[in-house]
């Protein structure tokens, strides 16, 4: 439903300082089988707010996101891919590295915002992912993501039923065929990166057009190429008052009949109140437990949240505020008490 916002580049030397993140299993608990993070957002758009960030995510973490709209504005500009992947993405995953973290990147082809537009670089430029040359940008992209950072997941496009259902044909179309060929490309140059791309959970059950349960079988049919399923999850959104109100088969029912690995790429639950949808800490804290009881169901391999912190709302744009509360930690970086039911899953 959200992606990154965008946020300055990225130029941190590999082995700055910070802590590891994990722990034991649990007597009382089952190990768990999935990865656990966070991408690298700060509270607000300000460099001396990166590193803080980073330093408490490692802690927290066993992965790290790089969640990647495509560059458009750079790479129509000349800059070559492989440039742009080693100057501003490669020292993130380097950093994640150095603290012992696995890599995990999720690019983005629309806008993040608001599935029924193109991403709002090309917008600007007067580009279209419609043409031939911007859908050969892309796999280039891609292939230069994939041999410089070298993810342990690799997705192509995000929450693609969700585009489906709200963008114009010819772009859900282009979507289509961009990553399949991306992933053509991938497999012909001998990567092995496990491909995913992700679908948007309550649009896969209704709860944000309205109706039933329509599933997902339109994207496994049209991304043969997915070995792992992302999932885009933000019950709220859907009418549902507590995450207990959640099915048990919530996740489960997205692969019933055809299983697939699956992979929580960004969701989350408030920790207040956003509009008119009520919430608590506790509410948040919850759905963080409800969340390893969904995944017990699949054959989980991560579990991300885009945002560790709390996001300034005074310092994003204003479309951001149904998601701005989904910090495991404040705009301070004070924990609330879904951070301390995070590690505890974290810990198994």
């Not at 994990?22 to 991408?39: E, H, I, K, V």
């Not at 959104?237 to 299983?259: F, I, K, Q």
């Not at 509410?283 to 169901?297: F, G, N, S, V, Y």
Request: charged residues 15%; negative net charge; aromatic residues 6%.
């Amino acid at each position: 439903m959200v992606t990154a916002p965008r946020i300055a580049a990225l130029l941190l030397a590999a082995g700055l300082t910070a802590c590891g993140g994990g722990g034991g299993d649990s007597p009382a608990n089952p190990s768990r089988t999935y990865l656990m993070g966070f991408s690298a957002i700060p509270p607000a758009p300000d460099p001396s707010l990166q590193l803080p960030t980073l330093e408490l995510a490692v802690r927290h973490a066993d992965a790290g996101l790089l969640q990647i709209s495509i560059p458009w504005t750079a790479l129509l500009a000349g800059t070559s891919t492989a440039d742009e992947v080693r100057a501003v993405r490669l020292p993130l995953a380097d950093y994640y590295r150095a603290h012992d973290l696995q890599v995990v990147v999720a690019l983005d082809i629309t806008d993040g915002l608001d599935r029924s537009q193109e991403d709002p670089e090309l917008r600007a430029a007067g580009r279209s992912i419609t043409e031939p040359a911007i859908q050969q940008l892309y796999r280039d992209y891609v292939l230069a993501v994939d041999s410089l950072l070298r993810p342990r997941y690799l997705s192509l496009a995000a929450e693609t039923n969700l585009v489906r259902l709200a963008a114009p044909p010819a772009i859900y179309a282009a979507v289509v065929a961009m990553t399949n060929a991306a992933a053509a490309d991938l497999r012909s140059q001998g990567s092995t990166s496990p491909l995913v791309a992700s679908v948007q959970v309550e649009t896969a059950w209704g709860g944000l057009q309205g109706g039933g349960y329509v599933g997902i079988a339109a994207d496994r049919t049209d991304f043969p190429f997915v070995e792992v399923l992302g999932l885009s999850s933000y019950p709220y959104l859907a009418g549902y008052a507590t995450p207990a109100a959640l099915p048990d088969d919530y996740y489960a029912r997205l692969v019933e009949g055809d299983p697939i690995p699956v992979l929580v790429l960004e969701g989350g639950w408030p920790s207040e109140a956003v509009g008119g949808i009520a919430s608590t800490p506790e509410l948040q804290a919850d759905w963080i437990r409800r969340h390893a009881e969904l995944l017990a169901r699949t054959q989980a391999r991560g579990l991300f949240q885009i945002t560790l912190t709390d996001l300034d709302l005074a310092a994003w744009p204003a479309a951001i505020a149904p998601f701005a509360r989904l910090g495991l930690v404040d705009t301070n970086l004070v924990p609330k008490p879904a951070l301390a039911a995070w590690d505890e899953i974290l810990a198994r």
